[in-house]
C-alpha cells in the first residue's frame, strides 16, 4: 500500500515560480522509483521530471533548465522546483511512483496556474 500527497500548486503569473511537494508513505523500497507528470487542458499526461532506477533525473525537453527535481529520503519525499513559469506550465501535477513490480501509484494531483 503506497499514498502519495502532493501540495503547493496555486496560482501564479508568468515567469513566478512554485515549489510541489509529494510525501510517500506505505511501502517504499526507493525514491529512485517517482517523479511527476502534468496533464494540461485537453492534452494527455506527460512526464515532467523523474529519478532513474539509478538515481539519476530525467526531465521533459519542455521544462529543461527551469524545473529541478529533488528529493529528501529520511522523509520520503520528493520536490519539483519550478522557475521561469510560462503559460504553458498550467495542468494539474501528479506525482507518481513505480514499485519493484512496474504498478505506478499517482497522487489526487495539484492544480498549477500560470495567467497574468
Known amino acids: 500500500q503506497v499514498q502519495l500527497v502532493e501540495s503547493g500548486g496555486g496560482l501564479v503569473q508568468p515567469r513566478g515560480s512554485l515549489r510541489l511537494s509529494c510525501a510517500a508513505s506505505?511501502?517504499?523500497?526507493?525514491?529512485?522509483?517517482m517523479g511527476w507528470y502534468r496533464q494540461g487542458p485537453g492534452k494527455k499526461r506527460e512526464l515532467v521530471a523523474r529519478?532513474?532506477?539509478?538515481?539519476?533525473?530525467n526531465y521533459a525537453d519542455s521544462v529543461k533548465g527551469r524545473f529541478t527535481i529533488s528529493r529528501d529520503n529520511a522523509k520520503n519525499t520528493v520536490y519539483l522546483q519550478m522557475d521561469s513559469l510560462k503559460l504553458e506550465d498550467t495542468a494539474v501535477y501528479y506525482c507518481?511512483?513505480?514499485?519493484?513490480?512496474?504498478?505506478?501509484?499517482w497522487g489526487q494531483g495539484t492544480q498549477v496556474t500560470v495567467s497574468s
Open positions: 506505505g511501502r517504499i523500497y526507493s525514491t529512485n522509483g
Open positions: 507518481n511512483l513505480r514499485d519493484l513490480y512496474n504498478y505506478d501509484y
Open positions: 529519478f532513474t532506477v539509478v538515481g539519476s533525473t
